[in-house]
């Protein structure tokens, strides 16, 4: 059963009070339930310096619901925490009390511990992630800096999304933003380096990013963006008006009011911090919470391999043999860590589709490789994992999505046509078990690929094998050999 031992955090932010209840591979666990409710905690704490009291029975009756629902998925461990709102709140203990007494053990994050889960989030997404991640939430935003795998410096400034209008009234954002960055060690911290966007805001504002430009694969982790691009969408978001949201359906109304601040606050950030691009990662506070709890062994696996590895295991036929395979077909080309890594992927879910009608499991394969939820991967990647599946199961060359082919350029989506040759042919050859592979292998020398197969496994060669061998040696530039 998938849900097995499901996890939860319940995280009680300043703009919205969310339960995320997680469970399969303890690298990258899987969401199996996410829910959220606008209850607004923040919106009053920097005027009055109080949680509004229709703000907090809102919360509330939030989190009595999400107590029912963890009972019964019977989750077996829950954590909650709580950050700006109710950290500076003088009525925040007192909320606090009111969420213990619903059954929950409610803990308040400080702004350095919110800010460095934040960056264990994107560590935990992206591994080689180096630049600066900013957690914008609706009381505060988190700047803390992420390299080689360990977190940094951290500071908790008061620019939440719901504190943002008195400074835009003002004018004053800009001046108040460089100086509180370099107030707290920030400034020019990013130049020559990714700023890393977190927080609902932003995503949503990549969202309205992708859906202006018509973008043909509109996932959010992992996507780009310029850093003169808010300055761009200012004058945009201006014309753009709640009446028009419907027609940009990735965009969520109730995130859309505070797209225009979170817009302005981050080209403020983009003059402080002097980013070379802007990268938005899905992760945050809730997986870096997941990712400090794991043994240093297990942080430093690879995410998209583990996920491709569980997936893989869980639709193939027999015991996955997706390791043996991307090593039986290693020696056919001469790929680079990155390719190399995309190549093991593609293996470790090269039978995720044998149960689909055999005229739509090429289908079935582009649909896991772009839109499966992996991490750790950009659209190129997806598009390339894609290609290679397709190949792998029966679709040919050309994926039937131009626009998202183009993402790739045409020698990495040869590359990736190659992978899935050799794939297939090895599928075919050993019947998708490990034994066909461990008595024969692929040898590559000058311009010959040859396929060797031991003296007592000789009837594993046969015409479809043979034809195999000679499409991919073909896709190769090579001869074949038996």
């Known amino acids: 059963m998938f849900a097995e031992h499901p996890v939860a955090i319940i995280d009680i932010g300043s703009n919205s009070v969310r339960l995320v209840v997680y469970s399969g591979a303890t690298r990258i666990p899987s969401v199996i339930f996410n829910e959220k409710v606008l209850a607004g905690l923040g919106k009053g ?12 029975r809102r919360a509330l009756a939030a989190l009595e619901r999400f107590h029912l629902l963890v009972a019964q998925m019977k989750v077996v461990r829950t954590r909650t925490v709580a950050t700006a709102a109710v950290r500076e709140a003088s009525n925040g203990v007192a909320f606090l009390d009111s969420v213990e007494a619903l059954g929950f053990e409610p803990r308040i994050l400080s702004g350095e511990e919110e800010g460095k889960r934040a960056g264990q989030g994107v560590l935990s997404a992206i591994p080689d992630a180096d ?14 800096e992420v390299s080689a795998g360990r977190v940094g410096r951290s500071a908790s400034l008061p620019l939440g999304v719901l504190r943002l209008d008195p400074l835009v009234e003002k004018g004053s954002l800009t001046k108040k933003v460089a100086k509180a960055a370099a107030a ?3 400034g020019g911290a990013c130049e020559g380096r990714p ?6 805001s932003w995503r949503a504002l990549a969202r309205l990013d992708m859906a202006l430009a018509d973008h043909p694969l509109p996932i959010t982790q992992q996507y780009a963006m310029t850093p003169d691009r808010p300055c761009q969408l200012r004058d945009i978001l201006a014309k753009v008006g709640k009446a028009d949201v419907p027609d940009l359906p990735s965009v969520s109304l109730s995130r859309f009011p505070t797209l225009p601040n979170a817009n302005l606050l981050l080209d403020a950030l983009v003059g402080a911090l ?4 802007l990268v938005v990662s899905s992760f945050g506070i809730r997986e870096g919470l997941l990712f400090d709890e794991l043994p240093r062994e297990e942080r430093a696996l690879d995410p998209l391999i583990e996920a491709a590895r569980e997936a893989g295991a869980g639709l193939g036929r027999f015991a996955q043999h997706g390791d043996l395979l991307d090593a039986w077909i290693a020696p056919a080309f001469d790929d680079d860590a990155r390719s190399a890594r995309l190549r093991l992927a593609a293996c470790l879910l090269s039978d995720i589709a044998w149960a689909a009608h055999p005229d739509f499991r090429a289908e079935r394969g582009i649909d896991m490789a772009l839109h499966g939820n992996w991490v750790a991967i950009d659209a190129p990647g997806r598009v390339m994992l894609a290609q290679a599946l397709f190949c792998n199961f029966g679709g040919g060359r050309n994926l039937p999505y131009p626009d998202i082919a183009a993402l790739c350029s045409p020698a990495e989506l040869r590359r990736a046509s190659a992978w ?20 024969s292998r692929l040898v590559r020398e000058g311009d010959v690929l040859r396929l060797e197969v031991r003296a007592d496994s000789e009837a594993l060669r046969g015409e479809i094998v043979e034809r195999r061998l000679k499409s991919l040696a073909g896709e190769l530039g090579l001869k074949a050999a038996l």
């Open 195 to 200: 700023f890393y966007l977190v927080g609902g």
């Open 420 to 439: 899935g040759f050799a794939m297939r042919l090895g599928q075919r050859l050993s019947g998708g078990v490990a034994a066909g592979l461990k008595r």
């Open 131 to 144: 630049g600066i991640v900013g957690d914008l939430g609706g009381g505060s935003l988190e700047l803390v």
């Open 184 to 186: 707290a060690g920030f």
């Open 45 to 56: 704490v920097g005027e009055t310096g109080a949680i509004d009291p229709e703000a907090g």
């Open 274 to 277: 002097d980013p070379d691009r």
